[in-house]
């Protein structure tokens, strides 16, 4: 007689890995945030992926400051394990952007592991980009959806991810390259990464010794990375590590202009510093800010804060600089 299957593997009580290959997912989560939409944007959802029913959320202001407005792309983050387009933390960080930089936003949700383990997660944040592209073209012959019909450059567009979704848009950085040619009429103009989640299997000091975080640990991203990346691989997997052994090479790879945000006191400051610096020394667009005391997550955690403020600033700068 058989024992009973036991825990593997627990991401935060949310998502369970047993002994016998079975998974639990649970949705009854004690968010530590409400939602708070003061009014001043819009939202509704859609589907964008029919084969594996993904749907994303659309966010606009309510009353546009102008009669185009730019597109930004939000991939929320989790690890490529947890979350979702509908959590307070990612409807918040939405409507924030949509209101401070009066843009429409578009926030796609992806495959999660282990259930579906990378390039899950990457294959569908393509489809996501792509939807865009058909919705453009769409318009062009008198379909596509009303709330992209008026008001929208699609000359103008941002991705923006979180964590794991800014592992997401690196990578759409290098696929799309620069000016985006395979999306027209979409042009991407920059992309944002919001302490991106790489990984690798040699550890940084800021990994190896803290500093200690409230929410995250190296515990918590190398499950994550055994959870999420094909089975058999290590986090020199390339779509862990963009400086892995069997990664691509980067230095002849034209991208668009990249901005990376920091928290001063994240467990994967150094990784994502070097990120910044291996890409300006072989000549590309990079702007590195670190936000000093500050621990990961700290903008998807209160998006409506004074830091969160810095944040939107720092986007808003670099939208400017990279529209024309």
């Known amino acids: 007689m058989g024992s009973l299957a036991h825990v593997l593997e627990d991401c935060l009580g949310i998502v369970q890995l047993f ?8 949705e009854n989560i004690n968010f530590p945030m409400k939602v708070h939409d003061d ?30 407005l730019p597109i930004i792309y939000f991939f929320h983050g989790g690890g490529f394990c947890i979350a979702s387009r509908t959590w307070p933390n990612c409807h918040n960080s939405c409507l924030s952007l949509a209101s401070g930089l009066q843009a429409v936003v578009v926030a796609p949700d992806y495959r999660l592991a282990p259930e579906h383990r990378l390039p899950a997660a990457y294959n569908d944040s393509v489809t996501a980009v792509k939807w865009l592209q058909n919705q453009a073209l769409l318009l062009n012959s008198g379909g596509g959806d009303e709330w992209l019909k008026d008001g929208v450059d699609f000359e103008k567009v941002f991705i923006v991810g979180d964590s794991s979704g800014g592992n997401l848009a690196h990578h759409q950085a290098v696929e799309l390259g620069r000016g985006s040619p395979d999306l027209a009429p979409v ?5 944002v990464l919001m302490a991106p989640f790489f990984g690798g299997t040699v550890r940084t000091k800021s990994e190896a010794e ?3 975080e409230q929410f995250l640990n190296i515990e918590v ?4 990375w055994r959870l999420s990346i094909p089975i058999g691989s290590t986090a020199d997997h390339p779509l ?16 668009d202009p990249i901005l990376v945000l920091v928290g001063g006191n994240e467990v994967m400051k150094e990784r994502i510093e ?5 890409l300006k020394d072989m000549g590309k667009e990079v702007d590195y800010v ?16 004074e830091v969160a403020n810095r944040v939107l600033h720092e986007i808003k700068q670099f939208m400017s600089k990279n529209s024309t």
């Open 221 to 224: 991203l190398e499950r994550f």
């Open 290 to 305: 670190e936000f000093k005391g500050e621990e990961h997550g700290f903008f998807i955690l209160n998006p409506f804060s």
């Open 19 to 26: 002994s016998d290959g079975s998974i639990s997912r649970t």
């Open 39 to 68: 009014g001043s944007s819009v939202w509704k959802d859609t589907l964008y992926d029919t084969k594996h029913n993904l749907h994303l959320r659309l966010y606009k202001p309510r009353h546009p400051s102008s009669t185009k």
């Open 187 to 191: 042009r991407v103009r920059g992309y």
């Open 240 to 255: 862990a590590n963009p400086f892995g052994p069997s990664s691509p090479k980067l230095d002849g790879v034209k991208l």
């Open 274 to 278: 070097d990120y910044a610096k291996r």
């Open 210 to 212: 803290g500093p200690p």
